[in-house]
């Protein structure tokens, strides 16, 4: 699956859900075709889901609400665990994505 635009690019490898570009969607009905590609990968209940962040440059607060609620269903399901990859070259990740630790305390958090 994958949505791609002028924008941003969201795909997904198998378990793996990978984001590049820049994301100012309004609101969360414009992030309703993201998270249905998410849903879906966790829907396939695979033993780990990573999310690799390390090419999204921006993530507006609606985009970083998403992550959130999508951390919280996972945490919902125990037999699926859920790993995040950042980039320390891009300064919102180090601060934002930590936050994520806050939802799901065995969240795998790699910002490299």
């Known amino acids: 699956m994958e949505i791609s635009t ?19 969607l309004s609101g969360t009905d414009a992030y309703a075709p993201i998270l249905e590609i998410m849903n879906s ?21 609606s985009g970083i609400n998403l992550l959130a609620k999508f951390t919280i269903e996972i945490r919902k399901q125990p037999d699926v665990g859920v790993r995040v990859l950042g980039s320390k070259a891009i300064p919102w990740q180090s601060k934002s994505l930590r936050n994520l630790q806050r939802l799901h305390p065995s969240l795998e958090l790699t910002i490299s």
């Open 6 to 24: 002028n924008d941003y690019r969201v795909w997904t490898e198998a378990s793996t859900i990978h984001y590049e570009g820049t994301m100012r």
């Open 41 to 61: 990968v966790l829907s396939s209940k695979p033993e780990v889901i990573t999310l690799d962040l390390t090419g999204l440059e921006f993530l507006n607060s």
